[in-house]
């Protein structure tokens, strides 16, 4: 890691190592649970399918807990995720859940939660109704389904949370792309 | 952080303003790749929002593409996880 690369307000390069880490963490996993159920028949598409899932929630929940509990789209994505594989895979989801998350329990989720909470999140953006209504209220319902956490913000907070959502997204292409370039080499 | 806490102090109280929605939406417009490019001020706010929401869409396919090669190619061969984490932070 090179220290003197750190950029001003986007940390890009421990955000990149804590996601590289995790990530290359929750694929080892994967393979080893591929190795472990060998015996069925591997290449079916069944099995190909659950794995491709695997490895996008596995991605996902690389990059938001390499962001951590500071964002709202970060919480709200793991939260997702945690419920999908609640749903999928029973109590056993504990497992896969990243190690930098640290999951205790939803108490000791919800206190770091509140002591973390940022300014962005108590800003007064009041007349919500008239921005709603106006030329950009359509489009931001737009954005709100493809941010997650996107329908409890506001105009502020959603167009705030956006732009560190797409510079993590874009982050976290650039970084698959490499780690598969490098596996097919 | 703090500069931001206190100009929406100053309009607490106050409807939303303009600047303020400028303010992010040129943030946004600097993030997107096309818009960037294009080296046009003048940009409607609609505009960067339509824009924000097909590039999102673009980069979830993106990852979409690259979890599904990637899981392909666990299924061939293995990883070698500590070359990978060198190789990309030595980059």
């Keep these: 890691m090179n ?3 750190l950029s ?9 190592y804590r996601f ?24 079916s598409p069944t099995e190909i399918y659950k794995r491709y899932l695997k490895v996008k929630s596995a991605a996902d929940a690389s990059m938001a807990s390499a962001v951590g509990l500071r964002r709202a789209w970060s919480r709200a994505l793991l939260q997702r995720i945690r419920d999908q594989e609640r749903i999928n895979f029973g109590n056993k989801y504990y497992k896969y859940c990243p190690a930098g998350t640290r999951i205790r329990g939803k108490s000791t989720t919800f206190t770091m939660i509140r002591n973390i909470k940022r300014s962005s999140d108590d800003r007064n953006c009041k007349d919500q109704e008239s921005i709603n209504n106006g030329a950009l209220g359509w489009k931001a319902n737009e954005l709100r389904k493809l941010v997650p956490g996107g329908e409890a913000m506001d105009m502020c907070n959603l167009l ?12 976290q292409v650039k970084l698959m792309k490499r780690i598969a370039d490098f596996a097919s080499a | 952080m703090s500069s931001r806490r206190s100009r929406s102090k ?13 303010d992010l939406v040129s943030k946004l417009q600097q993030l997107l790749p096309e818009i960037r490019d294009r080296r046009s001020d003048k940009v409607s706010a609609a505009k960067v929002l339509q824009e924000t929401c097909n590039y999102i869409r673009s980069l979830h396919r993106e990852v979409d593409d690259l979890s599904e090669r ?8 293995d990883t070698a996880q500590a070359a990978i984490i060198r190789s ?3 980059q």
């Design chain 1, 20 to 43: 590289v880490q995790g990530f290359i963490r929750a694929l080892k996993r994967i393979n080893r649970q591929k190795l472990a159920t060998s015996l069925l028949s591997r290449s």
């Design chain 1, 160 to 171: 705030d949370e956006t732009a560190h959502y797409i510079k993590c997204l874009a982050t």
């Design chain 2, 10 to 22: 100053q309009s607490s109280g106050s409807r939303i303003t303009d600047d303020q929605i400028n």
């Design chain 2, 70 to 77: 990637l899981s392909e190619l666990l299924a061939t061969s």
């Design chain 1, 3 to 5: 220290p003197q690369r």
């Design chain 2, 88 to 90: 990309l932070l030595n």
């Design chain 1, 8 to 16: 001003l307000s986007f940390s890009s390069t421990s955000y990149k």
